[in-house]
């Protein structure tokens, strides 16, 4: 059973680019969330999609945008990317648009370097 | 909103001895809590919930932690801990499951 996949595993941009990253849920899931883990810091949310639209979204610009597709499968873009930028990004995957009864599951996460 | 502060943000603690790790929360409505442990370059695995009903929950491995809602708190116990024990745990709060709110995690070392 595959679990949640990310992909790169690690990413060094200059500031100004745009990145984009992508994630492929567990196998059965169909909502996807994103978070930002900083060095030393907990994951905080980006934002979350569920039948290809985004469904909720943290306290993030608008630079921070994503897509899912019919697979349920999600990227993640950020465009003029600023040294503050620089994290782990976390996929997490889960059922039913996000459900309390439906635990996160987190790929390894993808670190984003900007220099 | 809510929030999430964990007070310690290093434990170390050796083998075979006891460990609690502290989380509490805060908000305006009830909310639904989950403690996640991070192992070196890997995400976030879940090790137990607190959805509704007993206040005290187990996972497989050992771990324990009671939900206290006069004192807003969700602490993280295990009575003896192993050298594998050694992660990052973080606490986190939803209300819906669709925003999760973490705290910025404890460090814990077992030191042989």
């Known amino acids: 059973d595959a679990g949640v996949t990310q992909s790169p595993t690690h990413l060094i941009k200059t500031r100004g680019q745009q990145v984009t990253l992508r994630c492929s849920p567990k196998?059965?899931?169909?909502?996807v969330s994103w978070y930002q883990q900083a060095l030393g810091q907990g994951p905080q949310f980006i934002f979350q999609?569920?039948?290809?639209?985004?469904?909720q979204r943290g306290n993030f610009p608008d630079r921070f945008s994503g897509h899912q597709f019919p697979n349920y499968s999600s990227e993640l873009n950020v465009n003029a990317l600023l040294l503050g930028d620089s994290a782990l990004y976390l996929c997490a995957s889960s059922l039913d648009g996000g459900s309390y009864n439906s635990p996160l599951h987190f790929g390894n996460g993808t670190r984003l370097t900007v220099t | 909103a809510q929030s999430v502060t964990q007070l310690d943000s290093q434990v170390p603690v050796f083998e075979e001895a006891p460990v609690e790790l502290r989380c509490n929360y805060s908000?305006?409505?009830?909310?639904?809590l989950f403690w996640y442990v991070q192992y070196p370059n890997q995400g976030l695995q879940l090790l137990l919930k607190?959805?509704?009903?007993?206040?005290l929950v187990e996972s497989i491995n050992g771990f324990e932690a009671e939900f206290n809602k006069s004192q807003t708190s969700f602490h993280l116990r295990k009575p003896s801990v192993h050298i594998s024990d050694t992660a990052e745990y973080f606490c986190a709060v939803t209300t819906t499951g669709n925003q999760f709110y973490f705290g910025t995690g404890t460090s814990l070392t077992v030191i042989p």
């Open positions: 999609y569920y039948e290809e639209e985004e469904r």
């Open positions: 607190y959805l509704s009903g007993s206040t």
């Open positions: 908000s305006s409505v009830s909310v639904y």
């Open positions: 196998s059965g899931h169909d909502t």
